[in-house]
């Protein structure tokens, strides 16, 4: 992801792949980051990359801990120097999901459901044979970045889409590149971690 960047951005998962593979496509539909996340990693490890081939690692994100409910995951450029990191936001995040974005150990960000009955009722019909593969065609999760006096930043819609989940992200403030970078890192690994709670 080089700045400046060409909004909205488009986030794909393949939800048919064995690991979990997301494609970034600026609004002219060019990839400007890919992540393949690793399978039957203990400490989860991250690396975002600026093309599909894998040949241009940009920035990693890594756990701080072995699996962990509270763990808190950092994020690096390519020569090292740290960017920030998320943490998921304890028992609060089982109703709503709730992360908090650092800028070293300030909370400088925070990400959250604009509406936690969407998700808890996506959660539940989603268990109904047959009908639960198509909630992806109405029940879209809106999730909001907001800095910590509360201004809204950036708004991540999760869009209708069937075998695949397609998110948008847009910018609706001015950031800085390093809280533009921070923010868009943050929303890739809460998207690979709330996939991963359902």
Avoid: C
């Amino acid at each position: 992801m080089r700045m400046p960047l060409q909004y909205p951005l488009h986030l794909t998962f393949k939800l048919v792949a064995l690991a979990p593979q997301v494609y970034v496509r600026d609004a002219h539909g060019n990839t400007v980051a890919y992540i393949k996340q690793k399978l039957f990693k203990l400490k989860e490890s991250v690396t975002v990359f600026g093309d599909e081939r894998q040949t241009q690692p940009l920035y990693h994100i890594n756990a701080d801990r072995v699996i962990d409910f509270s763990a808190r995951y950092r994020f690096t450029d390519e020569v090292g120097r740290e960017l920030g990191s998320v943490k998921r936001r304890g028992m609060r995040s089982l109703w709503r999901a709730h992360y908090d974005i650092y800028e070293r150990d300030n909370v400088v960000m925070t990400i959250r459901e604009e509406n936690a009955w969407t998700k808890v009722i996506d959660n539940v019909v989603g268990e109904i044979p047959v009908i639960g593969w198509f909630t992806g065609y109405f029940l879209n999760p809106t999730y909001l970045v907001s800095r910590a006096d509360g201004a809204l930043a950036m708004r991540l819609r999760k869009k209708p889409a069937f075998l695949e989940s397609q998110f948008d992200i847009e910018r609706v403030a001015s950031l800085t590149e390093d809280e533009e970078r921070r923010a868009l890192l943050s929303l890739m690994m809460f998207l690979l971690l709330e996939r991963a709670r359902g």
